[in-house]
């Protein structure tokens, strides 16, 4: 059985394909393809077209097992605990996701991704949908890592705000600082050359307001992919530091609270010859026959809130569950 993917990059136009998503072998890695990696990195597919007809035999595929959901009172409790954690200074950034259940008719898929691509012009929007890893669909507003012939471009992502009239609190700015400061030093030590920086400035992505700063440098087709897994997971998704933090993820979301992050967080997109645009998966949901689960995180420092925490989680699912409401 066929397996699907559709995807629209900002400013270009919608492809949408049947074929089959298949691990990556670095012998074999094809010139121009569309490459997916989960959060850990342990599972990284390329998707290889066939000639059938999307719209005409697309059908979902579901994986057997639903997502587990934390109530916001376990949220808020594990909450403080990373806090507690980041004032003794065991780290300086921790990110803490959470999954969100809301009622789907999965009949919907398409339709709610063509709303997304209309809704979100300035989003990399795509839906796929893989035995192994059931059906997935996002606006995610993310680079992770560009390159148009021999320019790379990255960028800073953090603190978010709903309101443009309230003022960027000591921790959104020390959140972004600390994220922008992980790429400029990673790009830094990999030999990157004529890095620019600019930021951070104030950019929209959906209804909220994020903290930004843009990264631009030499990069050529060969290093793309090798820079992109050195740069993922970015603190912006994982904290800092980054082998503490993916350790601290593991430990308390996967083994303790007994839920994976799977593809959210991971990245996704088109790596070619000429370009290459690959984005961080953000404001995504894993779809079920009758349900969609919601895949939402947020940044904790030192001077985090839990409750304040908990509802920026609740502000990022309303990107997806907005559309989902109108279809």
Known sequence: MSEFLAYRIPDQAIKKMSGQFELIDQENMPKNCFILSNFNQNKQYVFVPSEQDFEKTFKPHFTSEEPKVISKEKYITEGKRIVEF??????????????????????KCIKFFDALSESYPNAFVYLISSKSEGTWIGATPETLLQRFNSSGFTMSLAGTKENPNQEWSPKEYNEQDLVSSYILETLTLNGIQNIEQNGPYDSEAAHLIHLRTDFSFDLSA??????????????????????????????????????????????????????????????????????????????????????????????????????????
Not at 94 to 103: A, C, L, N, Y
């Open 86 to 107: 980041l004032k003794n200074k065991s780290m300086n950034k921790f990110v803490f996701s959470r999954i969100k259940k809301t009622d789907f008719d999965a009949s």
């Open 222 to 327: 060969d290093e793309t992919l090798s820079m992109a897994n050195k740069l993922h997971p970015t603190p912006a998704v994982s904290g800092l530091p980054k082998t503490e933090s993916i350790a601290l993820i593991n430990q308390i979301e996967n083994h303790e609270l007994g839920y994976s992050r799977s593809l959210y967080s991971g990245y996704l997109g088109h790596l070619g010859e000429q370009t290459s645009q690959l984005y961080v998966n953000l404001r995504c949901c894993q779809i079920f026959p009758n349900a969609a689960y919601l895949y939402i995180g947020g940044g904790y420092t030192e001077d985090s809130s839990p409750i304040d925490e908990w509802k920026e989680t609740e502000s990022k699912g309303e990107t997806l569950i907005s559309i989902m409401e109108k279809l």
